[in-house]
């Protein structure tokens, strides 16, 4: 099993900043199945990144998804008030396809 | 635009079995990936298993391996649909559950908007 590590925990920034979040698996992993979820309270995940870099329908380019082998990030280039949220990422090349346990962007 | 809908009992007692329907619009269920995942109350995601149209009539399940031996996805096609159960639910098993469907695979382009399932007595 792929175990996917978030970090940081929490990442406290101001709106118009940069934010870096990172998602480290276990094992080397096809960056052509790792995702990236946005969630709020109260709703479901929206898909933000597949395949480590596309963006999903209607995302804009303010997100951003790199990384290979065992490191990937999600880079939000301008950081908007709806941004602030949790994110996750995602590994679906293989059973069980897991999840990081987030990270929570907040208001600095 | 396909449209996803969770429906089900709010409330389980322990032991019994947990079902639940998601109800697909706007899109047809014989293509794709058709998921249900699960969220406890402050925690992360949790893939349950998913749903394959693999042709001519086939639909073939997949479950994560820590729920297999008391998990069942299936699928109504007449009306659009597929289904969890979950057997001898106990607390552990209390979260929002969300079905989705993924086009490239088992990653979740669309969610419904969750049900909530309580574990009591």
């Known amino acids: 099993e792929i175990v996917l590590t978030q970090s940081p925990g929490t990442l406290s920034l101001s709106p118009g900043e940069r934010a870096t979040l990172s998602c480290r698996a276990s094992?080397?992993?096809?960056?052509?199945?790792l995702a990236w979820y946005q969630q709020k309270p109260g709703q479901p995940p929206r898909l933000l990144i597949y395949g480590a870099f596309h963006r999903a329908t209607g995302i804009p380019d303010r997100f951003s998804g790199s990384g290979s082998g065992t490191d990937f990030t999600l880079t939000i280039s301008r950081l908007e008030p709806a941004d602030f949220a949790v994110y996750y990422c995602?590994?679906?090349?293989?059973?069980?396809?897991?999840f990081g346990q987030g990270t929570k962007l907040e208001i600095k | 635009q396909v449209q996803l809908q969770e429906s089900g009992p709010g409330l389980v007692k322990p032991s019994e079995t947990l079902s639940l329907t998601c109800t697909v619009s706007g899109g047809s269920i014989s293509s794709y990936y058709w998921s249900w995942f699960r969220q406890p109350p402050g925690k992360g995601l949790e893939w349950i298993g998913y749903?394959?149209?693999?042709?001519?009539?086939?639909?073939?399940?997949y479950y994560n391996p820590s729920l297999k031996s008391r998990v069942t996805i299936s699928v109504d096609t007449s009306k659009n649909q597929f289904s969890l159960k979950l057997t001898s639910v106990t607390a552990a098993d209390a979260a929002v559950y969300y079905c989705a469907v993924g086009f490239g695979g088992v990653v979740g382009d669309i969610w419904g908007q969750g049900t909530m399932i309580t574990v009591s007595s």
């Open positions: 749903i394959y149209y693999s042709g001519s009539t086939n639909y073939n399940p």
């Open positions: 094992q080397s992993v096809s960056s052509a199945y």
């Open positions: 995602q590994y679906y090349g293989n059973s069980p396809y897991t």
